[in-house]
């Protein structure tokens, strides 16, 4: 007597004609994943790049009022060394 195969011809040739399909399916949808992945990232560049524009901005605010510290604090230490006050205060 002949031994019964544990896997039927139809269940063979099935999984190798469908073995193609799904590995098309899998790389469709990894490719969904890259392209979901892809729409985050640049999502996240452009809050990044808006984000970036705010501190620049608000860098250059500090500089100003910096730099406008400095000139008073230099000239008042003028004054001082010069021995002489402002004018209305003592």
């Known amino acids: 007597m002949r031994r019964r195969p544990a896997v039927s011809l139809c269940a063979v040739v099935a999984a190798v004609l469908l073995a193609p399909a799904a590995a098309v399916a899998q790389r469709g ?3 969904g994943q890259i ?3 892809l729409a985050g990232l640049q999502q996240q560049l452009s809050e990044l790049s808006a984000r970036l524009a705010q501190l620049r901005s608000q860098d250059q605010r500090l500089q100003q009022r910096l730099e406008e510290m400095q000139t008073s604090i230099e000239a008042r230490l003028e004054r001082l060394e010069k021995g002489g006050a402002r004018p209305g205060r003592r």
Do not use: P, V
Request: hydrophobic share 35%; glycine share 16%.
């Open 35 to 37: 392209e979901a992945r």
């Open 29 to 31: 949808g990894e490719a």
